[in-house]
């Protein structure tokens, strides 16, 4: 049985309602065995995402082929894999409420979500539900027997992104704009998109904003105005929905936008030089099949990169190829070579 995003997906509410009144039966046996049921936590709204549209696109991969494999067997409908993906919104107070409602339920035996945040909220509600697993991409914690998370490494990721912003900076200029502060964002992204950007061109200086927020377009595009005024030519959004301003910003005054999402080049055409993301979608079905599969190595944390193939430079895109000059491209390829060969590593801060 094949489910869709779109009929999978409930609100917070839904969600909860619809598992506490669902009860699971075997047919045809006379014992009654559970079938797994997992649970999508999305920790914002996957419109304004692709990180986490990918994250339920890749669980719900891995379920589809699961539950495939099974009905081909000749498995009853009672033994398929039961999914749910939850929105929980923007306002990450509260987050934590909404991620200990669907624990309380019962009803999943992992909650599989990703964000830097979420490993600090699952830990308490793990001895609070002591039988509740939490799969967590995006998110790093060892130690904890009821925790997995896989770890992409950021720094490559932001290295490569502040790179390719500086070569591409006529004024030297480069920024970034996120959508709050947090961990992941003071200590790695912002560093290592500014150390990228210096080591392109020695004196290129990053600035760096803040929106409040992950959806305020309106503001995302008045910070976007304000730093081009001082001779930022290349930005970095960071910032979910609050980047359709900026995105207005740098069609009107003619600068650039490099972009840690997939799928980038086509929100602006000509305006965005590089697309440097995690496989997310390929995480979440690796982290769900493994669940499935018995497979998962709980209380650690999987840390990968470039060499793992869960981070990509898109430069083979038309759109790349078009935007950004030979000559950058020919030192990004070098770049990126030496990296996922294991020639260099990104330099300690």
């Given at each position: 049985m094949s489910h869709s995003i779109k009929s999978i997906l409930k609100t917070a509410g839904e969600a909860l309602l619809l598992s506490a009144c669902i009860a699971f039966t075997s047919c045809g046996r006379e014992t009654k065995t559970k079938a797994p049921s997992i649970a999508v936590f999305i920790p914002g709204i996957m419109a304004d995402s692709p990180t986490y549209a990918k994250l339920a696109e890749g669980v719900t991969e891995a379920v589809d082929a699961h539950n495939e494999?099974?009905?081909?067997a000749g498995a009853a409908s009672s033994a398929l894999v039961k999914l749910t993906v939850m929105e929980a919104g923007t306002n990450q107070a509260e987050w934590a409420t909404k991620l200990a409602a669907l624990s309380a339920t019962g009803d999943y035996d992992v909650i599989i979500s990703s964000n830097e945040s979420l490993p600090e909220l699952c830990v308490p509600l793990t001895a609070q539900f002591p039988?509740?697993?939490?799969?967590?991409?995006?998110?790093?914690?060892?130690?904890?027997?009821?925790?997995a998370c896989v770890d992409y490494d950021q720094r490559e990721q932001c290295y490569l992104t502040g790179y390719i912003s500086a070569l591409m900076s006529k004024n030297h200029k480069v920024a970034l704009i996120a959508g709050q502060e947090y961990p992941a964002m003071n200590g790695i992204m912002l560093p290592y998109f500014a150390r990228g950007a210096s080591d392109a061109v020695a004196g290129t200086t990053c600035d760096f904003r803040i929106v409040g927020n992950w959806y305020d377009a309106s503001k995302g595009s008045e910070i976007a105005?304000?730093?081009?005024?001082?001779?930022?030519?290349?930005i970095l959004p960071i910032c979910g929905g609050a980047a359709q301003g900026i995105i207005s910003s740098a069609r009107e005054h003619g600068i650039y936008l490099a972009y840690n999402d997939s799928g980038a080049f086509s929100k602006a055409p000509g305006t965005i030089i590089s697309s440097c993301f995690t496989k997310q979608q390929y995480a979440a079905r690796k982290v769900t099949d493994d669940f499935l599969n018995g497979k998962t190595v709980w209380g650690k944390t999987l840390r990968v990169g470039l060499?793992?193939?869960?981070?990509?430079?898109?430069?083979?895109?038309?759109?790349?190829?078009?935007?950004?000059?030979?000559?950058?491209?020919?030192?990004?390829?070098?770049?990126?070579?030496?990296?996922?060969?294991?020639?260099?590593?990104?330099?300690?801060l």
């Open positions: 494999a099974l009905t081909q039988d509740q697993k939490f799969l967590l991409l995006h998110g790093a914690l060892d130690g904890n027997p009821n925790i105005d304000a730093l081009i005024q001082t001779g930022v030519d290349v060499q793992q193939g869960y981070i990509e430079f898109d430069d083979k895109n038309p759109l790349y190829i078009s935007t950004v000059p030979q000559s950058v491209r020919d030192k990004m390829s070098e770049l990126l070579q030496n990296f996922t060969s294991g020639n260099i590593e990104v330099p300690k």
